[in-house]
């Protein structure tokens, strides 16, 4: 989510450089500033999660890309069919250990910072 928001940050300012991304990112704060609470408060939420959601991404990057393809293929599978899901995760252990270092991470995190567990917990 937010590597792509990065790299094309990245690719802005090294085509335009970084005094025309400041005075984009000005004009877009003034457009904000009319913004309802609820809004400002899910855009800050956003920032606040960013290292919860690089989890995911971080543990799925020592591991190769077939396992995390497999990954979404059981989350597929669990809104359709749980009992295919299972089997499948039955065939790759590793993809469902993957999935419970990632979880515990994330619980890791939510219990040492209580703004991530709050964002989640009100937008999430």
Known sequence: RFDEADRRRNLFVQRYGLDA???VEMVIGERRADEPAAV???RQARITLKP??????Q????YPPQLKDISRQ???LMNTDERQAKMLLFQYPQVAWVRKMIALQKKQLKLRNPQI??????FY
């Not at 567990?117 to 009100?122: D, I, M, P, R």
């Open 52 to 57: 919860y959601w690089d989890i995911e991404n």
């Open 117 to 122: 567990a709050q964002a989640l917990q009100l």
């Open 74 to 76: 059981y989350d597929i």
């Open 21 to 23: 991304l400041n005075s």
């Open 59 to 62: 543990i799925w990057s020592q």
């Open 40 to 42: 400002k408060m899910l």
